[in-house]
């Protein structure tokens, strides 16, 4: 089997580390080998001393792409979750892949994710407690042409999960699932 790389980028909270495990589940239901590179995950564990520059948030991006690069190209199937806010470096880590690099920006109105912030992270940063946060005081680079876009406040995760195993199986990197099990 063929590896590939499915990159959910967007704002904090919107929910990519949700879709990456849903979309890990139906990729495992399938028989496929799967690892989920989460970027808060990988900052604990590969960023040690990075900050939230835009060196240091593009070098935790370069370190998640590698190590997503080397299990693709290995046959495993990939999902990152990271906000990886600047276009550039994404372009930078998707033309660096062997195998297939899929682009999925999820996307969430400012006010819903305020609304869902239990920590109150939002609040904080738009009030200036806390600089350099995404979206608010740094900026995001949204995808011009990413291959999937999925609205989290509009769809639910159930749906955006459907609409990436659905593109997957259009471009043939997985099979259809079988409809008797």
């Not at 909270?13 to 028989?31: D, F, N, P, Q, Y």
């Not at 920006?105 to 939002?122: H, M, N, P, T």
């Not at 608010?136 to 876009?149: F, G, L, R």
Request: charged content about 30%; hydrophobic content about 40%; overall charge neutral.
């Amino acid at each position: 089997m063929s590896g590939f790389t499915v990159w959910c980028t967007g704002l904090s909270g919107v929910g990519k580390s949700t879709l990456a495990a849903a979309v890990r589940e139906e990729l495992i239901r399938r028989g496929r080998r799967v690892e989920v590179l989460d970027g808060d995950e990988v900052r604990a564990h590969l960023g040690q001393g990075l900050g939230f520059s835009k060196a240091d948030r593009d070098t935790n991006v370069r370190r998640i792409g590698y190590v997503a690069r080397l299990l693709s190209r290995n046959g495993v199937a990939v999902i990152v979750a990271a906000i990886s806010p600047y276009r550039d470096v994404r372009d930078e880590v998707r033309c660096a892949h062997e195998a297939p690099f899929v682009e999925v920006y999820v996307e969430c109105a400012l006010d819903e994710l305020v609304r869902r912030d239990s920590k109150g992270l939002y609040a904080k940063a738009l009030r200036g407690e806390i600089q350099q946060f995404t979206g608010v005081s740094d900026p995001y680079e949204a995808p011009v042409a990413p291959e999937i876009h999925v609205r989290s406040d509009v769809d639910g995760i159930e749906a955006c999960c459907a609409r990436i195993i659905g593109w997957l199986e259009a471009e043939r990197l997985i099979g259809p699932r079988d409809r008797s099990s």
